[in-house]
């Protein structure tokens, strides 16, 4: 019982921190990027998570060494 309430307080803390900003978040290209191709290939391949995971941070740190990304 107590992962459960664990996971509704995550939950509500995350949902409380993210809706409750004024400001819009901050999207860019290659983020948008990322997000499609990663669900484009979990989705029609069934790539692993792991490999989704792996594949955006690398992207994300060579986007991040050539100044696309923050």
Request: avoid cysteine.
């Amino acid at each position: 019982m107590s992962a459960v309430a664990l996971m509704a307080i995550v939950t509500l803390h995350l949902a409380i921190s993210t809706l409750g900003t004024a400001k819009a978040p901050f999207v860019d290209i290659v983020a948008v990027a990322i997000s499609l191709v990663s669900a484009v290939l979990a989705i029609q391949f069934r790539v692993n998570a792991a490999w989704l995971v792996l594949g955006g941070a690398v992207i994300g740190w060579v986007a991040s060494s050539f100044g696309y990304a923050r």
